[in-house]
């Protein structure tokens, strides 16, 4: 059913503890940690707890919660004190998607250009 936590999925693991992560937010819905790989100063992932599989699926399967992963976005560029940051969703693995768990890249705390590679 959508939604439901995958066996074979990181970051289900993750919201399940199963795998540690440095958690920077926690709401009822969502979790926020900081990418094991980071791309920038700030790198943060922020995931619904809930499993969908990219971004577009989230919004058309569970809107309230996109919302409230984007909502999270910016209470993580707030904590880390950024003025600037990007927002990416990856879709697809031509895009750079590896793991498919909808999440939010948040970046920051360096110059960023545009448009992206
Ligand atoms: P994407 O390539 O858009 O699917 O993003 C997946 C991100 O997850 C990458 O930036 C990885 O560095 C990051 N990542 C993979 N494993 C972990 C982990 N165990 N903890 C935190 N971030 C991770
Ligand atoms: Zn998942």
Known sequence: ???EAQDDCLFCKIVAGQIP???????ATTVAFRDINPKAPVH????????YPDAASLAEGAPGLAADVLRETRAVADEEKL???RTVFNTGAGA?????HAHAHV?????????PG
């Open 83 to 85: 003025e600037s940051y």
């Open 107 to 115: 970046l920051g705390g360096r110059g960023l250009q545009w448009p």
């Open 1 to 3: 059913m959508a939604g």
């Open 44 to 51: 943060v992932l922020v995931i619904p707890k809930a499993h």
């Open 21 to 27: 992560a440095t958690v920077v937010r926690e709401t």
């Open 96 to 100: 750079g998607q590896t793991v498919f």
